[in-house]
């Protein structure tokens, strides 16, 4: 099996061992024909013990391997899961399942019938989670790209105002101000996360928008303002231009 299906088929072989109602009852007709042919192979009689019969499923090795969610079967379990099988050819006597005009091969076949209805239903299982896997897979993957691309426009973006001469210093003198709440950091929005251009445009727009706040309109430093914002205005048509092309 690739690596690519090695996780749905271990999802897959979790449920097999952690069944829902629909599996259940395949297991557990696995558990008690294995059992019931070893009883009747090797007692060569047509009885066998209820209570024995319950004693070898639930210490069967393949009950072992399953969760501790499994229950254990109880005769009345048993006895449902043989009606069906053998319907109007066992009848019980003194704690024994007694059966009728049934070969010994008869149970083997039955077992392998079954146990081939299990297989069929695992690897049917495992084709739908593979489906489901490299649906998500390719989901996840084209997530990773865009965020690669969306932090090399950023990094982009963010080197070009640097290197221009109003923006970066402009910034850099912006002192904390109960005018304006949650001032905007240059160095964490080099490390943020952006969802598209126009969130990041918004982000830089609040560091020239607190400067502004900060700003008596009409002085020096407002006008080198209104110019930072050419400048960024300007990166990002730089940008949106390089996307489109």
Avoid at 16 to 22: F, V
């Amino acid at each position: 099996m690739t690596k690519a299906s090695s996780a749905p088929a271990k999802v897959a072989i979790h449920r097999a061992l952690n069944p829902p109602h629909k599996y259940a009852m395949n297991i557990n007709k696995v558990l008690i024909l294995e059992s019931l042919y070893e009883l009747l192979l090797n007692g060569q009689t047509n009885r066998v013990s209820l209570v024995r019969l319950q004693t070898d499923v639930n210490n069967h090795p393949m009950t072992k391997q399953l969760s501790s969610q499994w229950q254990t079967l109880k005769i009345n379990d048993i006895l449902d899961v043989i009606k069906v099988i053998f319907p109007k050819q066992t009848s019980l006597s003194d704690g024994q399942i007694i059966f009728y005009n049934l070969q010994i091969v008869e149970i083997r076949d039955t077992l392998l019938e079954v146990v081939k209805e299990c297989q069929t239903a695992l690897v049917k299982e495992v084709k739908l989670l593979e489906q489901q896997y490299h649906s998500i897979k390719n989901q996840d993957d084209m997530k990773l790209r865009r965020e690669r691309i969306m932090g090399m426009y950023r990094d982009t973006i963010l080197a070009k105002l640097q290197s221009f001469k109003y923006f970066h210093p402009l910034y850099g003198k912006v002192e904390p101000s109960p005018v304006v709440h949650n001032l905007m950091d240059l160095e964490k929005i080099k490390g943020m996360s952006i969802e598209n251009l126009s969130h990041l445009q918004l982000t830089l727009q609040k560091c020239i928008t607190d400067s502004v706040m900060l700003t008596k309109v009409g002085s020096k430093r407002y006008q080198e303002v209104m110019l930072s914002q050419g400048e960024l205005d300007d990166t990002v048509k730089f940008v949106r231009y390089a996307m489109d092309n």
